[in-house]
Antibody, heavy 122, light 106 residues
């Protein structure tokens, strides 16, 4: 059974950098069959896709966040990570990591981690 | 960017009811729609992918239909554990985007 677990600070100060890591269990982030992704959820913006990364390090980003976001992958630790710079209160959200599944035609997010609440506040 | 809307925003129903939730895309996205269920305090869970395909382990009372711009998630006979929020998501193009959700209440 594949499981994902987010970790990182629950409180970040405005203008600083939010850093989160997703640890993957029961699957390898080195797999050629999957991408890995970050999604966040807030009452104001709902569910928002942030970025995804492939085992090669190739990535794609939501244009609305692209200038502030970096997604990376560490195959030696079976983890992938998110960095979001210059955070404001609008970045307060529950952050989820997930695997991007596909069948050659369609892609989807499954499974998801349990989520981690990140609050931006001084 | 493809935008997703959902209706209704909330829905009251009873055990055993048949309910449908609608999702509309801002442009033609063929069948590139997924549906997720989210129970309070939990992460979303995949129900349907490719508009109509039931994900492994999802009860057969859930079904999806539609193509182009209009999509429907149907629950044929509501069970207690189905009272949750439901989200559609387009996988046609980046940025991948979700609908605002439909909350299903007793």
């Amino acid at each position: 059974q594949v499981q994902l677990q987010e970790s990182g600070p629950g409180l970040v100060k405005p203008s600083e950098t939010l850093s989160l890591t997703c640890s993957v269990f029961g699957a390898s982030v080195s797999s050629k069959d999957y991408y890995w992704t970050w999604i966040r959820q807030s009452p104001q913006k709902g569910l928002e896709w942030i970025a995804y990364v492939y085992h090669t390090g190739s990535a794609d980003y939501n244009p609305s966040l692209k200038t502030r976001v970096t997604i990376s992958i560490d195959t030696s630790k079976n983890q992938f990570s998110l960095k979001l710079t210059s955070v404001t209160a609008r970045d307060t959200a529950v952050y989820y990591c997930a695997r991007v599944g596909n069948n050659g035609d369609y892609v989807w997010f499954d499974p998801w981690g349990q989520g981690t609440l990140v609050t931006v506040s001084s | 960017d493809v935008q997703m809307t959902q209706s209704p925003p909330s829905l009251s129903a009873s055990i055993g009811d048949r309910v449908s939730i609608t999702c509309r895309a801002s442009e033609n996205i063929a069948r590139y729609v997924n549906w997720y269920q989210q129970r309070p305090g939990k992460a979303p869970r995949l129900l349907i992918y490719g508009a109509t395909s039931l994900h492994t382990g999802v009860p057969s009372r859930f079904s999806g239909s539609g193509s182009g711009r209009d999509f429907i998630l149907t629950i044929s006979s509501l069970q207690r554990e189905d009272f949750a929020a439901y989200f559609c998501q387009q996988s046609h193009s980046v940025p991948l985007a979700f609908g605002p959700g439909t909350r299903l209440d007793v």
